[in-house]
């Protein structure tokens, strides 16, 4: 294979970097639909909280295209379209029934895990490439990511997991 045409580490960051962002902006349109879709208001507000989370981590993304010099854009991430998908289905399927919230965290937490671990990669990347002025940006998308993770478990087992239990 010809040097001129191998893929670099800088590529596959590049390309990690377009799947997140495609990932964040799907994610931003679907918070609001499972916001609505709660039943529990801490569910509804939770969801309401990580979409403007969500909102600064785009922006946050868009800084780091910026350092690469490069136009922010997405390239369509399967995997995020396949949960989300998923968790349509849910809200569909178990529509007003106590199982919902319990379920709407389950696909809440899929997402979270998808994206922690492409931070991470990026974060590592990021280090080995030597891009240090987009460290910082991604550990804070890093870090809401994982606060909202905890708080997901925390609201399953405060409640929506015990009410999912019951026989309607």
């Not at 208001?41 to 969801?47: D, N, S």
């Not at 909280?49 to 390239?75: C, N, S, W, Y």
């Not at 289905?89 to 106590?98: A, L, V």
């Not at 460290?135 to 809401?144: C, D, H, K, S, T």
Request: aromatic share 6%; net charge negative.
């Amino acid at each position: 294979m010809a040097t001129s045409t191998m893929k670099t580490l800088d590529d596959l960051f590049l390309d990690t970097l377009k799947d997140i962002y495609f990932a964040e902006k799907q994610i931003l349109k679907a918070l609001p639909k499972m916001a609505r879709a709660a039943q529990s208001e801490e569910g509804k507000a939770g969801f309401l909280q990580h979409r403007d989370e969500t909102q600064a981590q785009i922006e946050r993304l868009d800084q780091v295209f910026e350092l690469l010099g490069k136009p922010a854009r997405g390239k369509t991430c399967e995997a995020i379209q396949g949960i989300i998908a998923e968790g349509e289905e849910i809200m569909e399927e178990f529509k007003g029934s106590p199982a919902l919230d319990a379920g709407l965290i389950s696909s809440a937490q899929a997402v979270e895990h998808y994206e922690i671990a492409r931070y991470g990669t990026l974060i590592a990347w990021a280090n080995q490439l030597g891009l240090k002025d987009a460290v910082p940006l991604l550990q804070a998308n890093l870090a809401e990511e994982v606060a909202t993770d905890k708080k997901l478990t925390q609201l399953a087992q405060a409640s929506a997991n015990a009410k999912g239990k019951r026989a309607a």
